[in-house]
């Protein structure tokens, strides 16, 4: 019986892979490379998870399937809306739908109608879950229980904390060393305010620890001093007549001087989940009942928690490690029973970690010069793809001579050192203006000074800059011509843009849409796309519609790697166990590859070709 | 305003109010107001005056409005998807009159949730229920559960609801009677906030 094995490693950068590998560090890999081979993989234009891998699932340009970016903005509001699903609700007497917004034909929906079954794991871009022949589990693009790729809580005895964007912050009163609080929950779209869940919690400084009552499971929950609890399952009353439950687990940072705990984004619940995360709609749910309960929101990894210094790095290379090890539980289940047909299983977590540790790999790096250079960190990303090479040594074992099994990444990691507000370089150069009396700096997210009537293109998202066209965006302004204009201005103001504190060139080139897409979803895709140098990145204020003072920033945060630069330099790796086409593959000819081993013809919008032939 | 009543006049309020898997029923509980109610004359009547009982689908024809009155699942289905009316009653006839199993109540919230789908949010929901109610309204500024209400308001809090005044003589009372109705506009919630949580997390913002 015929089987097709694919092991996907978010961000797995082939400059660090092909290093160990010269140096034999990565065994299972390069078994892999001596039996079938080894490649780069070209990526996406733009080089981001969702883009990427909706092209490995539907073998076509973005054009074809509509994911172009995380973000995408609403031409009637220009507001910043999230890209890869949407709330569709006909009336307000009915729960709102999730309607994916990947389109296209994915590989797996022709599998199947082939009777074909497949086993997919967190393929990002698949929630709702797609029907396939088989099981599939969503991944990335799963929110938390407020609806959001995931908001934490911070509990602090300290008053003057106060809350960063992507958290919520609550202050705690402790009498006695115990104190009366409550996990969020939802947020009530009629009264605005969240949904809570009373926990009490204890201090038991002579074993470091708190203790949390609740009327969760477990109803008394140990959390040690430095530690990841266990999970607690939490129920929201979302009226007086519905609930719905989350699972949540905590890690607690300090007792002393003041008490300092985090709680993790509030994940859906397998048994009753809000919305279906599975196919079959009760696979999640048996799949707990085998390997315990897991993170089920799209982007388990708690980044945002280490990034505003919630918790420290040992903690976070805990969680990851929780991540690796349940997802692994996840795949050699499954392995284990897979018999036929195509299994994929992604691991989100080398992206995640190599974006918060990469400074580590350099002194220099901005970063180090807020929040301290640990020279202990230095090869946690080089220790992490060892765990990854285990991983794939693991799913190798299921391997039989007539199984084709692939290695793939959707692109790389690099250095992400500075960043370069483009609304600002739009706004000096003409293109962006700002309502009288008001410059760069003095507003904040969402465009809030732009004055729509003389701005002629606007950056968003991560290197997406969109022209405000007349009939299109709300308060458009260019006709055909002027947007011709624009564009040619734009593409030549920009290209080779130098940053002139480190004299180097952090604009390699910045493209048409016409240049890299087509397909049906050609007129969703943002004008332009601007390509970057190693290095460089948008600024921090640029993906939601900021207007920041001056042109390049250094990057201070913890997030210190990334990988949505020149897609030319953000490669992803490629191994499989035969010998294949070695020469430019990129990932649109993943799904040509895989059917035709199972004999299945390519789709007719499929724009890759098989690598084996 | 259309108005709609599903009238189920066998289901038990200690059932219909109590069943957590009626998941239909229990969002429109949610969203509007229910109880029980006092049996004192029938719900669909507005009015008594000399000589004349004036029904409330006679009041809304008055006005030249689309009235349908079924117990035919099959029209009711037709019509909620073709969506020609103003005023529709339905008396659930396939359903027992009495002594109801755990199936017809979770038959009835199936039910509903198919004619839900085919509303416009400009719709005033009444499902009947053996004396008590649900009533749903965007306008409506009764949650929660109503107490000591009878039969007979039905009507008039319906009339008032869509938006007409109240005949003289009318046998019930209007609960919404001097009430400042709710501003349907006034729901949407503080679109940053919302987009905040939407994209927080993200790593990215």
Same mark, same amino acid.
């Given at each position: #019986?015929?089987?097709?094995?694919?092991?996907?490693?978010?961000?797995?950068?082939?400059?660090?892979?092909?290093?160990?590998?010269?140096?034999?560090? *990565?065994?299972?890999?390069q078994?892999?490379?001596?039996?079938?081979?080894?490649?780069?993989?070209?990526?996406?234009?733009?080089?981001?998870?969702?883009?990427?891998?909706?092209?490995?699932?539907?073998?076509?340009?973005?054009?074809?399937?509509?994911?172009?970016?995380?973000? $995408?903005?609403?031409? !009637?509001?220009?507001?910043?809306?999230?890209?890869?699903?949407?709330?569709?609700?006909?009336?307000?007497?009915?729960?709102?739908?999730?309607?994916?917004?990947?389109?296209g034909?994915?590989?797996?929906?022709?599998?199947?109608?082939?009777?074909?079954?497949?086993?997919?794991?967190?393929?990002?871009?698949?929630?709702?879950?797609?029907?396939?022949?088989?099981?599939?589990?969503?991944?990335?693009?799963?929110?938390?229980?407020?609806?959001?790729?995931?908001?934490?809580?911070?509990?602090?005895?300290?008053?003057?904390?106060?809350?960063?964007?992507?958290?919520?912050?609550?202050?705690?009163?402790l009498?006695? /060393?115990?104190?009366?609080?409550?996990?969020?929950?939802?947020?009530?779209?009629?009264?605005?305010?969240?949904?809570?869940?009373?926990?009490?919690?204890?201090?038991?400084?002579?074993e470091?620890?708190?203790?949390?009552?609740?009327?969760?499971?477990?109803?008394?929950?140990?959390?040690?001093?430095?530690k +990841?609890?266990?999970?607690?399952?939490?129920?929201?009353?979302?009226?007086m007549?519905?609930?719905?439950?989350?699972?949540?687990?905590?890690?607690?940072?300090?007792?002393?001087?003041?008490?300092?705990?985090?709680?993790?984004?509030?994940?859906?619940?397998?048994?009753?989940?809000?919305?279906?995360?599975?196919?079959?709609?009760?696979?999640?749910?048996?799949?707990?009942?085998?390997?315990?309960?897991?993170?089920?929101?799209?982007?388990?990894?708690?980044?945002?928690?280490?990034?505003?210094?919630?918790?420290?790095?040992?903690?976070?290379?805990?969680q990851?490690?929780?991540?690796?090890?349940?997802?692994?539980?996840?795949?050699?289940y499954?392995?284990?029973?897979?018999?036929s047909?195509?299994?994929?299983?992604?691991?989100?977590?080398?992206?995640?970690?190599?974006? #918060?540790?990469?400074?580590?790999?350099?002194?220099?790096?901005?970063?180090?010069?807020?929040?301290?250079?640990?020279?202990?960190?230095?090869?946690?990303?080089?220790?992490?793809?060892?765990?990854?090479?285990?991983?794939?040594?693991?799913?190798?074992?299921?391997? /039989?001579?007539?199984?084709l099994?692939?290695?793939l990444?959707?692109?790389?990691?690099?250095?992400?050192?500075?960043?370069l507000?483009?609304?600002? +370089?739009?706004?000096? !150069?003409?293109?962006?203006? *700002?309502?009288?009396?008001?410059?760069?700096?003095?507003?904040?997210?969402f465009?809030?000074?732009?004055?729509?009537?003389?701005?002629?293109?606007y950056?968003?998202? *991560?290197?997406?800059?969109?022209?405000?066209?007349?009939?299109?965006?709300?308060?458009?302004?260019?006709?055909?011509?002027?947007?011709?204009?624009?564009?040619?201005?734009?593409?030549?103001?920009? $290209?080779?843009?130098?940053d002139? /504190?480190?004299?180097?060139?952090?604009?390699?080139?910045?493209?048409?849409?016409?240049?890299?897409?087509?397909g049906?979803?050609?007129?969703?895709?943002?004008?332009?796309?601007? !390509?970057?140098?190693?290095?460089?990145?948008?600024?921090? /204020?640029?993906?939601?519609g900021g207007?920041?003072?001056?042109?390049?920033?250094?990057?201070?945060?913890?997030?210190?790697?990334?990988?949505?630069?020149?897609?030319?330099?953000?490669?992803?790796?490629?191994?499989?166990?035969?010998?294949?086409?070695?020469?430019?593959?990129?990932?649109?000819?993943?799904?040509?590859?895989?059917?035709?081993?199972?004999?299945?013809?390519?789709?007719a919008?499929?724009?890759?070709?098989?690598?084996?032939? | 305003?259309?108005?709609?009543v599903?009238?189920?006049?066998?289901?038990?309020?200690?059932?219909?109010?109590?069943?957590?898997?009626l998941?239909?029923?229990?969002?429109?509980?949610?969203m509007?107001?229910?109880?029980?109610?006092?049996?004192?004359?029938?719900?669909?009547?507005?009015?008594?005056?000399?000589?004349?009982?004036?029904?409330?689908?006679?009041?809304?024809?008055?006005?030249?409005?689309?009235?349908?009155?079924?117990?035919?699942?099959?029209?009711?289905?037709?019509?909620?998807?073709?969506? %020609?009316?103003?005023?529709?009653?339905?008396?659930?006839?396939?359903?027992?009159?009495?002594?109801?199993s755990? %199936?017809d109540?979770?038959?009835?919230?199936n039910?509903?949730?198919?004619?839900?789908?085919?509303?416009?949010?400009?719709?005033?929901?009444?499902?009947?229920?053996?004396?008590?109610?649900?009533?749903?309204s965007?306008?409506?500024?009764?949650?929660?559960?109503?107490?000591?209400?009878?039969?007979?308001?039905?009507?008039?809090?319906?009339?008032?609801?869509?938006?007409?005044?109240?005949?003289?003589?009318?046998?019930?009372?209007?609960?919404?009677?001097?009430?400042?109705?709710?501003?349907?506009?006034?729901?949407?919630a503080?679109e940053?906030?919302?987009?905040?949580?939407?994209?927080?997390?993200?790593?990215?913002?």
């Amino acid at each position: #019986m015929k089987k097709v094995i694919a092991i996907g490693l978010d961000g797995f950068e082939p400059k660090i892979v092909e290093a160990m590998i010269a140096r034999g560090e *990565l065994p299972n890999l390069q078994r892999l490379q001596e039996q079938g081979g080894y490649s780069r993989l070209g990526t996406t234009h733009s080089a981001q998870t969702p883009v990427a891998w909706s092209t490995f699932s539907t073998g076509t340009n973005p054009g074809g399937h509509g994911i172009f970016d995380f973000l $995408t903005r609403d031409p !009637n509001t220009y507001l910043p809306v999230m890209a890869l699903s949407r709330y569709e609700q006909k009336n307000s007497f009915v729960l709102p739908k999730v309607v994916n917004m990947r389109r296209g034909t994915t590989f797996w929906d022709l599998l199947s109608e082939k009777e074909v079954q497949s086993t997919i794991l967190r393929v990002p871009c698949a929630y709702p879950p797609d029907q396939v022949k088989g099981r599939m589990l969503s991944g990335v693009g799963v929110p938390d229980l407020r609806g959001g790729f995931g908001t934490p809580t911070f509990y602090s005895s300290r008053t003057d904390i106060h809350a960063d964007q992507a958290e919520k912050v609550v202050s705690v009163s402790l009498n006695k /060393d115990m104190s009366a609080t409550h996990v969020i929950g939802p947020r009530d779209p009629k009264t605005k305010s969240d949904h809570k869940f009373d926990i009490n919690i204890q201090i038991v400084r002579s074993e470091n620890k708190i203790v949390v009552t609740s009327q969760g499971q477990p109803d008394r929950l140990e959390v040690h001093l430095g530690k +990841w609890s266990k999970w607690l399952k939490v129920k929201f009353k979302v009226g007086m007549m519905q609930t719905v439950s989350g699972i949540v687990r905590f890690n607690l940072r300090q007792l002393e001087p003041d008490f300092e705990l985090y709680a993790s984004p509030v994940n859906f619940e397998t048994e009753e989940p809000l919305f279906a995360i599975s196919h079959p709609k009760e696979y999640a749910h048996e799949l707990a009942m085998k390997i315990g309960r897991y993170y089920t929101a799209g982007m388990a990894e708690d980044h945002d928690g280490l990034n505003l210094n919630r918790f420290d790095e040992g903690a976070y290379l805990d969680q990851c490690r929780f991540v690796m090890r349940e997802r692994r539980r996840m795949m050699e289940y499954e392995l284990g029973r897979f018999e036929s047909g195509y299994f994929f299983c992604l691991f989100d977590t080398p992206d995640r970690l190599a974006h #918060m540790f990469w400074r580590f790999r350099e002194p220099e790096h901005p970063s180090n010069k807020l929040h301290g250079y640990n020279p202990e960190f230095a090869n946690v990303i080089e220790e992490h793809y060892l765990e990854c090479d285990a991983v794939v040594g693991e799913a190798m074992k299921f391997a /039989d001579n007539e199984t084709l099994f692939i290695v793939l990444s959707d692109h790389g990691m690099n250095s992400f050192q500075r960043g370069l507000n483009l609304n600002t +370089w739009l706004y000096e !150069n003409g293109f962006l203006a *700002l309502k009288p009396g008001s410059k760069p700096g003095d507003g904040g997210d969402f465009f809030e000074n732009v004055d729509w009537d003389k701005t002629k293109a606007y950056a968003m998202g *991560l290197g997406c800059v969109f022209l405000n066209i007349k009939g299109r965006e709300a308060n458009g302004i260019l006709s055909d011509d002027e947007a011709e204009a624009t564009r040619a201005g734009v593409v030549s103001g920009l $290209t080779g843009l130098v940053d002139t /504190d480190r004299s180097a060139v952090a604009v390699r080139s910045v493209v048409r849409r016409e240049q890299v897409y087509s397909g049906p979803f050609l007129s969703e895709a943002p004008d332009l796309l601007v !390509n970057f140098s190693e290095g460089y990145r948008v600024s921090w /204020d640029t993906p939601l519609g900021g207007v920041p003072q001056g042109l390049f920033r250094d990057n201070h945060k913890r997030w210190s790697g990334d990988h949505v630069i020149d897609p030319a330099l953000s490669t992803g790796v490629l191994f499989m166990n035969q010998k294949f086409r070695t020469v430019s593959p990129r990932l649109a000819d993943l799904a040509p590859t895989i059917l035709n081993s199972f004999g299945v013809p390519k789709g007719a919008d499929m724009e890759g070709s098989d690598l084996l032939s | 305003m259309n108005v709609l009543v599903l009238n189920f006049s066998g289901a038990e309020p200690v059932t219909l109010f109590a069943d957590e898997r009626l998941e239909n029923l229990r969002r429109l509980m949610d969203m509007g107001c229910f109880g029980e109610l006092n049996s004192s004359g029938e719900w669909n009547v507005l009015a008594r005056q000399e000589n004349h009982t004036l029904t409330l689908m006679e009041y809304f024809q008055q006005a030249d409005k689309l009235c349908v009155d079924t117990s035919d699942p099959v029209t009711l289905r037709e019509k909620l998807s073709v969506g %020609d009316w103003d005023y529709l009653q339905y008396s659930a006839a396939s359903f027992p009159a009495e002594n109801w199993s755990a %199936d017809d109540y979770l038959r009835l919230d199936n039910d509903l949730g198919e004619a839900l789908q085919e509303l416009d949010d400009d719709t005033a929901i009444t499902v009947l229920g053996k004396n008590c109610f649900v009533l749903v309204s965007a306008i409506n500024p009764i949650s929660g559960e109503h107490k000591g209400g009878s039969t007979s308001d039905i009507a008039p809090t319906l009339a008032q609801l869509a938006g007409y005044p109240l005949p003289s003589a009318t046998e019930g009372k209007s609960w919404v009677d001097g009430m400042e109705l709710n501003n349907t506009s006034g729901l949407t919630a503080d679109e940053q906030e919302i987009l905040r949580d939407r994209l927080s997390g993200l790593g990215y913002v």
